[in-house]
């Protein structure tokens, strides 16, 4: 079992930045798959970003060109970068892990949540 836990959520401006951070632990091993989902009351959970052990990163395209995603293998932890946030990024971030290369074939792993709130 893999245990996943975020930090860096908060408040900012509109055009502001935040760094997001999430420190997988217990049966790493078994990750491939890790990345940032987000959502708001009433919506479903929607994929950000998504990042491979190899490192080859996948992002949606209302955060491509704002958002980076990174990992260190050797931490057990990846990282959402967001830059030019805009108050359409209000929401929870949730990290997740999963066993493929890809979270459409499933996720095993989530985290617990950290929000982040862009005020305009």
């Known amino acids: 079992q893999v245990q996943l836990v975020e930090s860096g959520g908060g408040l900012v401006q509109a055009g502001g930045s935040l760094r997001l951070s999430c420190l997988a632990s217990?049966?790493?091993?078994?990750?491939?798959?890790m990345g940032w989902y987000r959502q708001v009351p009433g919506k479903q959970r929607e994929l950000v970003a998504q990042?491979?052990?190899?490192?080859?990163?996948d992002y949606s395209d209302s955060v491509k060109g704002r958002f980076t995603i990174s990992r260190d293998n050797a931490k057990n932890t990846v990282y959402l970068q967001m830059n030019s946030l805009k108050p359409e990024d209000t929401a929870v971030y949730y990290c997740?892990?999963?066993?493929?290369?890809?979270?459409?074939?499933?996720?095993?792993?989530w985290g617990q949540g950290t929000q982040v709130t862009v005020s305009s």
């Open positions: 990042i491979t052990r190899g490192g080859s990163p």
């Open positions: 997740a892990a999963g066993s493929s290369s890809t979270f459409l074939l499933g996720i095993s792993s």
């Open positions: 217990g049966s790493i091993f078994s990750v491939n798959v």
